[in-house]
């Protein structure tokens, strides 16, 4: 059962250009929602992350605009590089309780390609 | 400060076989988790260790098991290899309590012939 939905599967910008990626959930019990660049051969690598209390949170040229009423997240690139081409995961996990351990929750990735 | 190391990073096992995928955590974590990341896929959890036992498993047959020690490294078992584990297979590791950020390892990609 697939509960983070991520589109789309591929992705093409120009150099300069706003990169937007877009997430939906369906279990309200997460709490935390990640996202992770993947280059090939790599493990997936942190690059930014929010919580339902904030709607947007902005690290550099990386932002994500949540939505919290829609259970939608999305992670937008400014002035994408060739250096950000990669596979970009979202994510959602809980909040580990005392007896219980968290997972995360992976979406199917998008490849992002970014022309010079 | 060394991240999260895994080892082999790959390697070929024939259809049957067993296999044993190795990591160690950073250090000051406490949490390891394992994942199977299947070719084009996002990774799907297989489970955590903390305090050397299994916490919470995944969808995954008991042909997957684990360990972790008292150093906190782990170890992933697979055992009568099906062609379908053929993937890259990745430890991330965390403090328990503030289990929000992990950190993964690059992985060990299996490949079952």
């Known amino acids: 059962q697939q509960q983070v939905k991520q589109s789309p599967q591929s992705l093409i910008v120009q150099k300069g250009g706003i990169s937007i990626i877009n997430c939906a959930y369906e279990n309200t019990a997460f709490d935390y929602f990640p996202w992770y660049q993947q280059f090939p051969g790599k493990g997936p690598a942190l690059l930014i992350a929010i919580r339902p209390d904030v709607s947007e949170k902005k690290e550099g040229r990386f932002t994500i605009s949540f939505n919290k009423s829609a259970k939608q997240f999305s992670l937008h690139i400014m002035d994408s590089q060739p250096g950000d081409s990669a596979t970009y995961f979202c994510a959602a996990s809980r909040r580990p309780g005392y007896s219980s351990a968290s997972k995360i929750i992976f979406g199917s990735g998008t490849r992002l390609s970014i022309r010079p | 400060d060394a991240g999260v190391t895994q080892s082999p990073t790959h390697l070929i096992k024939t259809r049957g076989q067993q296999v044993t995928l190795r990591c160690s955590p950073k250090s000051g974590h406490d949490t390891v988790s394992w994942y199977q990341q299947a070719l084009g896929q996002g990774p799907q959890f297989i489970f955590q260790?903390?305090?050397?036992?299994?916490?919470q498993r995944g969808n995954f047959p008991d042909r997957f098991s684990g360990h972790q020690y008292p150093n906190y490294s782990s170890e992933l078992n697979v055992n009568a290899l099906l062609l379908g584990d053929s993937a890259l297979y990745l430890c991330a590791s965390s403090l328990r309590y503030i289990n929000t950020e992990a950190f993964f390892g690059q992985g060990t990609r299996l490949t079952v012939v």
């Open positions: 260790y903390y305090e050397e036992e299994e916490r």
